[in-house]
Nanobody, 114 residues
């Protein structure tokens, strides 16, 4: 059983910052990619950022220049530092890992007020 536990969501004013964290535990064979998606009300889940075990990083255009993803391969954790937050960043943020299969966290709410 694999578990992903997210933390760090909350309410912040526009222009502020939040740091999301996600810790993976359980029977994890090997994690290739870790990352984040988000889903705003009434919208589909969308990619935010990912990082491979080698450190290759991808960002959605909306995240470039404002968000920074990082991971600890020993602790099996992934973090998302979000700066210059905008109201349109409001969403539930989900972390995921790609191992033998994909696993998802339960989501953490991020609300950015204008």
């Amino acid at each position: 059983q694999v578990q992903l536990v997210e933390s760090g969501g909350g309410l912040v004013q526009a222009g502020g910052s939040l740091r999301l964290s996600c810790a993976a535990s359980g029977s994890i064979f090997s994690i290739n990619r870790m990352g984040w998606y988000r889903q705003a009300p009434g919208k589909e889940r969308e990619f935010v950022a990912s990082i491979t075990s080698r450190g290759d990083i991808n960002y959605a255009d909306s995240a470039k220049g404002r968000f920074t993803i990082s991971r600890d391969n020993v602790k099996n954790t992934v973090a998302l530092q979000m700066n210059s937050l905008k109201p349109e960043d409001t969403a539930v943020y989900y972390c995921y890992i790609s191992s033998l299969k994909n696993y998802w966290g339960q989501g953490t709410q991020v609300t950015v007020s204008s």
